[in-house]
């Protein structure tokens, strides 16, 4: 698959993606890519996330690759269950945040844990970093098996965001790249 055969969809987490963030440069850069706008970004609601990535996936014309970063990761494998089967192609899921660990952002934990474990519908890939300080790397490892998602280490990145160097994140649109063909 090409991105020009796919509408990509780019669901930020907590706090949106700034203009120097990779998911708001893939957004300029890609033709066939749309952000998923949510209400509020400063305070979460798991449920109402998840219908605008319903609502965004039904609107599409074309099929779906879903692209995730941080709360977005987990706003999109709540909605995962609830979305047509035919229309979503695959995920490319970056910087899974652990809302079940007990030091996690309260307010955003609660809203989004647990982390659910059922398989994903979909071709998955999660690219999880060893220096993050949102999620060790063993818990997401093993919510990529959980998934059935591909588990990509990103060795010493960070969160995988603006704050870690990760603006235009080159290697990222190559792998996204990969994983569009393998779709």
Request: charged share 25%; glycine share 8%; net charge negative.
């Amino acid at each position: 698959m090409k991105t020009s055969d796919c509408d990509i969809l780019i669901v930020p987490g907590y706090q949106d993606s700034g203009v120097d963030h990779w998911q708001s440069r893939w957004e300029r850069q890609l033709s066939t890519a749309r952000r998923v706008k949510q209400e509020n970004w400063d305070s979460p609601n798991k449920d109402e996330w998840v219908r605008k990535i319903i609502e965004d996936v039904a609107a599409a014309k074309l099929p779906v690759v879903l692209v995730g970063h941080s709360l977005g990761v987990l706003a999109i494998a709540h909605a995962a269950p609830l979305l047509p089967r035919d229309k979503v192609q695959g995920a490319f899921l970056v910087g899974l945040p652990d809302v079940d660990r007990p030091d996690f952002m309260p307010e955003i934990g609660r809203a989004f844990a647990p982390i659910p474990r059922d398989p994903l519908p979909f071709p998955s890939v999660l690219i999880a970093s060893r220096t993050d300080l949102h999620c060790d790397y063993e818990k997401a490892e093993d919510i990529a098996y959980a998934w059935g998602s591909a588990i990509v280490d990103a060795g010493d990145a960070g969160h995988i965001d603006t704050e870690s160097g990760h603006g235009p994140w080159p290697e990222g649109l190559m792998r996204f790249a990969g994983f569009l063909k393998r779709l």
